[in-house]
């Protein structure tokens, strides 16, 4: 029981460098059928996952902001029933992100 309670603290840092911090999701859709779910991967990096569950192809920008950085632009195209991710890395850790998502049916 001792060594279990030894293995619990020394694993106790580990769990508390889990990447953390608040995502605000823009949507912007026009009609495109979509999905978009923010993920904190990394202290340093992001990602959004793009479900078209429509019937029509769809072209998709998002625009990942991270405070005073320059803001990093991912453009994909999304074909009916197709699942793509969109990640962004930072130079500094991420404290607050904002991702606006702008997507137009083709």
Same mark, same amino acid.
């Given at each position: 029981?001792?060594?279990?309670? =030894? ?13 953390? =911090? ?30 078209? =569950? ?10 990942? %902001? ?7 632009? %991912? ?7 197709? %699942? ?13 992100? %904002? ?8």
């Amino acid at each position: 029981m001792k060594r279990l309670s =030894y293995l619990f603290l020394a694993l106790l840092p580990l769990a508390a460098t889990a990447a953390s =911090y608040p995502v605000e999701l823009e949507q912007q859709l026009n009609g495109a059928e979509i999905t978009a779910t923010p993920e904190s991967i990394d202290r340093d990096l992001a990602g959004l996952l793009l479900l078209n =569950y429509g019937q029509a192809p769809a072209v998709c920008t998002a625009v990942f %902001r991270n405070g005073p950085e320059a803001p990093r632009t %991912r453009r994909t195209e999304l074909q009916p029933g197709e %699942r793509k991710a969109l990640t962004s890395k930072f130079k500094r850790d991420v404290i607050r992100l %904002r991702i606006k998502l702008t997507c137009e049916p083709k």
